[in-house]
């Protein structure tokens, strides 16, 4: 599909190699507000698209039917909207916008304009979250009604991470948050945070975070996180534990998934103290054909040409922008945060 690519900073690295490997997506153009840097990633990839800064030219001179967009959040919305009122269908680099006022302009362009608008989620497309996911619908744990994401990463960038402020939330907590609702498969509807900067931080502000968020059907989320915890680090897709009605399930955020459950879930006599559980099997998985970036632009791309509506739709994926930005809110005022008013 005729394609235009704009934004062709680090990550635009990880777009073009997943785009080969899928195959069928032709670069029409590439767009960079730094003309050299479009021009690089089209040399480094063997591609013979023009490089373009000016992506109004680049959108009426090559029609493309779909816009990836790597640029920076801010810039999201603003790109966006353009390419979708020039007839495309986008895929954008996660956090969908930064605001929910701009989020929600991007949403209602999409639907006005009948294009799609989906936002890149690489850790959904992860084939252990996926059979994670399978362990928490097994109908031996019953009902999951609580979760919790753990998350420890000492990562020193330095950057502008280093000066940002609520680093780990808006640079970070969105891809736990969305992981979070892809296993609970619900919306948040009530969030608190507390966040903080712990001592000898080598950030100026918010490297750590606790979020509490109450779900649209009942369960509740825990998320415990920091960039600025030396020793033993969790997983980047975070660790795991999930609590159900006869059981629980754990996912170390690599490649161990586990359940157990109560093996009488109603004993005659109340029955002891601590129950006994037993291990329940998870069922195995075909492999994933795709994985990560390429997952889900693979997803995105084969779903705008069936007409189907990818997973990581705008329109629901702004619930997991609003989980970011309603912990920020509750963080700053002190206070739980509706999702409704933000
Ligand atoms: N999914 C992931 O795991 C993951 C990892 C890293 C970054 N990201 C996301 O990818 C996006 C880009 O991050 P990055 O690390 O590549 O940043 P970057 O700074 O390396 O690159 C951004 C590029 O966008 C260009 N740009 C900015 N505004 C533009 C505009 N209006 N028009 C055209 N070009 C514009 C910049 O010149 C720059 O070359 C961010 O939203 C970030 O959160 C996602």
């Given at each position: 599909m005729r394609t235009i690519l704009v934004g062709c900073g680090g990550i635009s690295n990880s777009w073009l190699t997943a785009a080969q490997e899928i195959g069928g997506i032709e670069f029409v153009a590439l767009v960079d507000l730094d003309k050299e840097a479009a021009r690089a990633q089209a040399e480094k990839y063997g591609l013979e698209a023009p490089a373009y800064d000016d992506l109004d030219a680049a959108l009426s001179d090559t029609k493309p039917e779909i816009a990836f967009d790597c640029t920076i959040p801010a810039a999201h919305a603003m790109v966006d909207t353009q390419c979708l009122r020039a007839g495309c269908h986008v895929l954008v680099e996660k956090p969908l916008a930064d605001s929910m006022a701009a989020a929600r302009e991007v949403v209602a362009t999409a639907a006005e304009v009948g294009r799609t608008h989906a936002v890149l989620q690489n850790r959904r497309y992860n084939p252990e979250i996926v059979r994670y996911r399978d362990a928490l619908e097994l109908s031996e744990l019953g009902s999951i009604h609580t979760?919790?994401?753990?998350?420890?990463?000492?990562?020193?960038?330095?950057?502008?991470?280093?000066?940002?402020?609520?680093?780990?939330?808006?640079?970070?907590?969105?891809?736990?948050?969305?992981?979070?609702?892809?296993?609970?498969?619900?919306?948040?509807?009530?969030?608190?945070?507390?966040?903080?900067?712990?001592?000898?931080?080598?950030?100026?502000?918010?490297?750590?975070?606790?979020?509490?968020?109450?779900?649209?059907?009942?369960?509740?989320?825990?998320?415990?996180?920091?960039?600025?915890?030396?020793?033993?680090?969790?997983?980047?897709?975070?660790?795991?534990?999930?609590?159900?009605?006869?059981?629980?399930?754990?996912?170390?955020?690599?490649?161990?998934?586990?359940?157990?459950?109560?093996?009488?879930?109603?004993?005659?006599?109340?029955?002891?103290?601590?129950?006994?559980?037993?291990?329940?099997?998870?069922?195995?998985?075909?492999?994933?054909?795709?994985?990560?970036?390429?997952?889900?632009?693979?997803?995105?791309?084969?779903?705008?040409?069936?007409?189907?509506?990818?997973?990581?739709?705008?329109?629901?994926?702004?619930?997991?922008?609003?989980?970011?930005?309603?912990?920020?809110?509750?963080?700053?005022?002190?206070?739980?945060?509706?999702?409704?008013?933000?």
């Open positions: 979760l919790y994401g753990d998350f420890f990463v000492p990562a020193h960038f330095g950057g502008f991470r280093a000066e940002m402020d609520h680093v780990l939330l808006l640079d970070m907590a969105i891809h736990t948050f969305d992981e979070a609702r892809f296993l609970l498969g619900a919306r948040p509807s009530r969030v608190s945070c507390h966040e903080w900067n712990p001592p000898g931080s080598w950030y100026t502000h918010g490297a750590s975070a606790i979020v509490t968020a109450e779900m649209s059907d009942g369960s509740v989320f825990n998320y415990r996180g920091s960039w600025c915890a030396e020793g033993h680090m969790t997983s980047w897709e975070a660790e795991w534990r999930a609590i159900g009605t006869w059981g629980s399930a754990l996912w170390d955020g690599h490649s161990q998934v586990d359940a157990e459950r109560v093996t009488d879930p109603e004993p005659a006599n109340g029955g002891d103290l601590v129950r006994e559980a037993v291990g329940v099997r998870i069922p195995e998985r075909e492999s994933m054909r795709f994985t990560g970036h390429a997952g889900c632009i693979e997803e995105f791309v084969r779903t705008v040409r069936s007409g189907e509506t990818p997973m990581t739709v705008s329109s629901d994926n702004y619930y997991s922008l609003a989980m970011s930005l309603c912990a920020v809110e509750s963080a700053e005022q002190q206070r739980p945060v509706e999702v409704e008013q933000l």
